[in-house]
Nanobody, 119 residues
Framework: QVQLVESGGGLVQPGVSLRLPCAASGITFSVYAMTWYRQAPGKEREFVSAIISAGGSTSDADSVKGRFTISRDNAKNTVYLQMNSLKPEDTDVYYC????????????WGQGTQVTVSS
């Protein structure tokens, strides 16, 4: 059974940092590209950051460039989203996604973790 479990969310003040881990099980983690998305109530889910299966190459949304960093530890089957200088507009539910490098139908989502940035 495939599971992606996000954690690390919470209520924080503007300007602080959070790190969101997403732990994967039931998949061969090293052949999955990993992506973070976020979604606010009533809005479409939006891309945040992505990292290729081998690590190293990443892509970030313009809204988070320079503040958020995605990384992965294939030995721990975990992807991370380091979020610095958080802003109220970063308030969302954050989801991780696993997408197999070669089999498009192998695409999995976590349950999400709420991040609220408010003073």
């Amino acid at each position: 059974q495939v599971q992606l479990v996000e954690s690390g969310g919470g209520l924080v003040q503007p300007g602080v940092s959070l790190r969101l881990p997403c732990a994967a099980s039931g998949i061969t983690f090293s052949v999955y590209a990993m992506t973070w998305y976020r979604q606010a109530p009533g809005k479409e889910r939006e891309f945040v950051s992505a990292i290729i299966s081998a690590g190293g190459s990443t892509s970030d949304a313009d809204s988070v460039k320079g503040r958020f960093t995605i990384s992965r530890d294939n030995a721990k089957n975990t992807v991370y989203l380091q979020m610095n200088s958080l802003k109220p507009e970063d308030t969302d539910v954050y989801y991780c996604n696993a997408h197999h490098d070669y089999v498009p139908r192998l695409n999995y989502w976590g349950q999400g973790t709420q991040v609220t940035v408010s003073s």
